[in-house]
């Protein structure tokens, strides 16, 4: 079996100069016990550590790497960039590219600002709502994670669920003041709400699908009424497709599930593994941003070139046909293995999967809200992982997360992870 001394060494250094030897909380295998692995590169569907360990890769770095690492695009697309210059601070006609690369494949957005993360992305699109609108509520959902501003960080769904402390410290009290936390998949909840304080309420802010509590499905309906009910109050319908977008299909979850939100987020896989972020929708609420409006947003790298040449080539990857049936069939076999293996070996999980997306959650038999999956068995979650890391099989460290495949994920690595599966869920049952 693998051990990773080097790993923890340099977990061990680390420690010294960062909090918790990290710089995003999730890495810390705080969720599963043990020290994370340092990881040395990547390439396609694998990962490699620090101690010469390979493995294939179903965290996607959270999600950008929908191609598999250093996809021979992208990195030919950065380094014919890079020898130009880093960054200019001015613009680039690449940034017009990827916006309108962008503005062809999801209907909703008329107009887009590139930022440089999916925090600032969220943090962006209330302040424009709560701009255009006058109005200072907004409505969140219990689980659904929109970044670390500090409006949002009420019961955030990710790094915070994960510590068990869902508002964070540091958010001064009259900030969660104007966020609303409504159950996901509630639309009673959310009607109730609305003939209370629908006329107060600046913007609804939802990930379509829910993947920081784990994968969570949206059920029949509940976006239609998020579409309905905010339209009736003039309430901004902002759609978190940080994750959901470019992963569940060209046009995101919005064209999957034939919604038009009014303002959408994007990050992650836009930005094809760089720090790229993006806020957009209608025209009408998008000319409300500086320097066009009122409502002042900024910063220094946005549409950073390298970035923006990363973005562009994952684009265009994406938009050849036939990628996303291949990317859903590879998640569906790998979701179907898991749920026989629990069906097999008597142990009750319940799996949920979207397209390239997968969870899975010991001990419960639905998963369709925060609540449900707070009562999922994480120390079997933790033994599972475990299990498969030892066999060369990298998930979230996290029951929290959602696993993601990607188009370098081949038979062989689906079969293998299949094997593995089988033989993990005979031995945590012990
Ligand atoms: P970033 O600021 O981390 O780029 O994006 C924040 C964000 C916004 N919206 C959604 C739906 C998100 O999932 C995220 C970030 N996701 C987490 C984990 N699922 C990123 C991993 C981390 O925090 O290290």
Redesign the pocket.
Known sequence: MMKWPKSSRLFKTAGRYIPGGVN????AFRNVGGSPLFITRGKGSKIFDADGNRYIDYVAS??PLILGHAHPSITRAILKVIAKGTSFGAPTEQETELARLIVQAVPSIEMIRLVS??????MSAIRVARGYTGRDRIIKFAG?????SDGLLVKAG??ATTFGTPDSAGVPRDYARNTIVLPYNDSEALSRCLRKDGSKVAAIIV?PVA??IGLVLPEPGFLKTLRKLSHQDGIVLIF?E??TGFRLGYGGAQEYYGIRPDLT?L??IIGGGLPV?AYGGKREIMEKVAPLGPVYQAGTLSGNPVAVAAGIAMLKELRKPGVYVRLARKGEKLASALAAASEDSGIPARVNNLGSMFSIFFGIEEASNYEQVLKSDRELYRRFFWAMLERGVYLAPSPF??AFVSLAHSESDLDFTIEKIIETFRIIKT
């Not at 993360?117 to 969220?122: I, N, Y």
């Open positions: 995003s909380p999730v890495r959270w999600g993360s999916g925090t600032e992305a969220a659904c994670y929109h970044g670390h990710s790094g990930e993947a920081n978190d940080v994750i987020c990050g992650k972020g997360e959602t």
